[in-house]
């Protein structure tokens, strides 16, 4: 069920991994969807709440090249689906289809891929709605980008400022500290509403202790100290914090 969360922004959040997706809806009730999830019958029941609604989807935009952040439905029209140059040759859409079935296994999906590049230097997402900036915010995994709606004072984030998920590193050389500057981009965006890719919607004073706790762990894991994060709770992030600590310490 749609929740909104400004004016013209409204979020579903997926019970597997807390996976949000986010509408912007436009005043003609043309809509952008951003890294719609996550199981077909999601994306199914997505589009009968928008067709009900009165709206339509006009164009959809991934943050970046997981298979959870890729995803489309027979049911969701054929339009423009944009990822920044580096998120679509990063990964082929078998990859991302066999990080699926590894991931989450024994559940189909209609699409997955098939995003198409903007243009390198694309600053403003083209399509005809709402103005959507494009900010370049790398180090959980190539050509990963969050799009601020300045009429609207929101952010949305993509997988980074989460409450369930600790920062998760693209295993690209230099990835900590391409974070560190993604996170010290995204605290000078002006922002009441954060919507992470994982996780609760945020206001502006939630997004700013995201931040900080962010550091926070990036500073202990490079250090080697175990960090004292409550979102280690959850077992899947916790091996995954396990995992990149084992590659930062190699």
Do not use: I, K, N
């Not at 198409?116 to 915010?137: C, F, I, N, Q, S």
């Not at 993604?182 to 605290?187: N, W």
């Not at 954060?194 to 931040?211: F, K």
Request: charged share 20%; net charge negative.
């Amino acid at each position: 069920m749609l929740e909104q969360v400004s004016a013209r922004v409204w979020v579903t959040t997926s019970p597997t991994w807390l996976t949000t997706s986010t509408v912007v809806v436009d005043d003609d009730g043309a809509c952008l969807l951003v890294d719609p999830a996550l199981t077909p019958a999601d994306l199914v029941s997505l589009q009968r709440e928008l067709t009900g609604r009165g709206w339509h989807v006009a164009a959809a935009f991934s943050t970046h090249p997981h298979w959870d952040h890729v995803l489309w439905s027979e049911a969701l029209p054929d339009v423009p689906r944009w990822a920044t140059p580096a998120a679509v040759t990063a990964c082929t859409d078998e990859e991302l289809a066999a990080q699926a079935a590894r991931d989450l296994p024994g559940h189909r999906w209609d699409v997955v891929g098939g995003t198409t590049a903007m243009a390198a230097d694309t600053t403003e997402l083209p399509w005809a709605g709402l103005r959507a900036v494009v900010v370049a915010t790398p180090g959980h995994a190539p050509g990963h980008a969050s799009l601020h709606l300045p009429r609207e004072g929101v952010l949305l984030a993509g997988d980074m400022l989460s409450d369930v998920e600790v920062p998760l590193l693209d295993d690209a050389p230099g990835a900590v500290d391409g974070y560190r500057r993604s996170l010290q981009r995204l605290a000078g965006v002006a922002a009441d509403v954060v919507v992470p890719g994982h996780g609760r919607v945020a206001d502006a004073a939630e997004a700013r202790r995201r931040v900080a706790a962010d550091h926070r762990y990036l500073d202990d894991l490079t250090a080697g100290v175990d960090p004292l994060d409550p979102r280690l709770a959850d077992p899947r992030v916790h091996a995954e914090h396990e995992a990149q600590a084992g590659r930062a310490h190699a």
